[in-house]
T-cell receptor
Framework: ETGVTQTPRHLVMGMTNKKSLKCEQH?????MYWYKQSAKKPLELMFV???????ENNSVPSRFSPECPNSSHLFLHLHTLQPEDSALYLC?????????????????FGPGTRLTVL | GNSVTQMEGPVTLSEEAFLTINCTYT??????LFWYVQYPGEGLQLLLK?????DKGSNKGFEATYRKETTSFHLEKGSVQVSDSAVYFC??????????FGGGTRLMVKP
């Protein structure tokens, strides 16, 4: 059982398409995350949302655009992607607010969206 | 910056064999340490964690001890099963709750 759901589970898109990935958490958490898992690279943190604050990895291209309308929902908007963006995109959530606690808190992951860019 | 290094796989074992997957880390301060597991076609699941030196995390027969002196968090299990076949990720989390992952180690257990 997972308290974090992601849709769609699989997505195939062309380089000129615009699509969105959705994540929803049912755990009452205050922070949500997007990660990218590529075949030959370690898991990479893309974005963090904590309530209304956003932190991003500066190496993430602008063709990825996150949106967090409330603490339970997180989107990743995709446009003009490249084939090298094909990967598994994972969403996670945690109880703590980012940057406001000296203790860390466990992140719980969704099943991921397998994205293929043609 | 923070980094996590874990042994490259795949690790192939027979059922009931002893498992060790090595993990070492580099971090400033006192991070929390985690092992996550990813079964085929699924996302990551938390396996166990330890938040301070000498803590031992355990779950489903797996154990790992936070060793500050050797900056290590090796994963062990006394008797693996076919159902343990998966990819295992070691990770650390700093005070800002940013996770840094190792590259993952694929475990294959044969009957």
């Amino acid at each position: 059982e997972t308290g974090v759901t992601q849709t769609p589970r699989h997505l195939v898109m062309g380089m000129t398409n615009k699509k969105s990935l959705k994540c929803e958490q049912h755990l009452g958490h205050n922070a949500m995350y997007w990660y990218k898992q590529s075949a030959k690279k370690p898991l990479e943190l893309m974005f963090v949302y904590s309530l209304e604050e956003r932190v991003e990895n500066n190496s993430v291209p602008s063709r990825f655009s996150p949106e967090c309308p409330n603490s339970s929902h997180l989107f990743l908007h995709l446009h003009t992607l490249q084939p090298e963006d094909s990967a598994l995109y994972l969403c996670a959530s945690s109880q703590d607010r980012f940057g406001t606690s000296t203790r860390t808190d466990t992140q719980y992951f969704g099943p991921g969206t397998r994205l293929t860019v043609l | 910056g923070n980094s996590v290094t874990q042994m490259e796989g795949p690790v192939t074992l027979s059922e009931e064999a002893f498992l060790t997957i090595n993990c070492t880390y580099t971090a400033t301060g006192y991070p929390s340490l985690f092992w996550y597991v990813q079964y085929p076609g699924e996302g990551l699941q938390l396996l166990l964690k330890a938040t301070k030196a000498d803590d031992k995390g355990s779950n489903k027969g797996f154990e790992a001890t936070y060793r500050k002196e050797t900056t290590s968090f090796h994963l062990e299990k006394g008797s693996v099963q076919v159902s343990d076949s998966a990819v295992y990720f070691c990770a650390l989390s700093d005070a800002g709750n940013m996770l840094t992952f190792g590259g993952g180690t694929r475990l294959m257990v044969k009957p």
